[in-house]
């Protein structure tokens, strides 16, 4: 099993680390004085493990991530993160790919739905995947550039 190389470091103290049987790991860290709650999801695959003919796709993938899909439009998934004072992001490096939540623990429970909905989702419009494609070419040629 591949690691998430940012979630491979030593846990610090007070962070507990709990393995379910289907083998996702959660770290936890409860700060009662602290009334926001970051959910995070790391995924153990990263730019690495593209092929040479697929190199940018994990890339992409993280730009689609908060688009419409089969559970939301791109319009509720921002007005339900958002309406709860809450932010969202994903990003990837060499070895992981991570999305997260920050905000309310009020809206916790809600937050974590909508990350769920987002990794487990299969079904993107075929204009914002174009749309998604244009910005990412743009990006790549503003490096180079």
Known sequence: MAGIG??????????KKIIFPNGITVFLEELSDQEDVIFLVGIGTGSRDEPSELQGINHFLEHIQFRSNCFRTTDEIIEDVEDGGACFNAGIDFDSTMVYVLGSS????????????????????????????????????????
């Open 6 to 15: 940012f979630l491979e470091k030593p846990v610090i103290s007070g962070i």
């Open 106 to 145: 009020r809206y916790l429970s809600r937050n974590i739905r909508i990350i769920y909905e987002t990794i487990t989702n299969l079904e993107y419009q075929e204009q914002e995947i174009e749309n998604d494609r244009q910005e990412i070419l743009t990006e790549f040629r503003s490096y180079i550039d």
